[in-house]
């Protein structure tokens, strides 16, 4: 079994990821393929994301 390290990605680097989704730069898709993320870490900054907006 291979042992897997978790990655830690910056502030400013889940902020970059979430703006070109949000702002149809890019499609989530295609930031999972270029930087290797899953779906669901993408999902999960992309909500975050959206009540960083919402609340201020």
């Known amino acids: 079994m291979r ?11 889940k902020l970059q990821c ?6 149809g730069e890019k499609y989530p898709a295609q ?3 270029e930087y290797n993320l899953s779906e669901s ?3 999960r ?3 975050e994301y959206e009540e960083i ?3 201020g």
């Open 3 to 13: 042992s897997t390290s978790r990655r830690n990605h910056t502030r400013e680097f």
């Open 18 to 23: 979430c703006r070109q989704v949000a702002t």
């Open 31 to 33: 930031i999972c393929r």
């Open 41 to 43: 870490v993408l999902l």
């Open 45 to 47: 900054w992309r909500k």
């Open 53 to 55: 907006v919402v609340s």
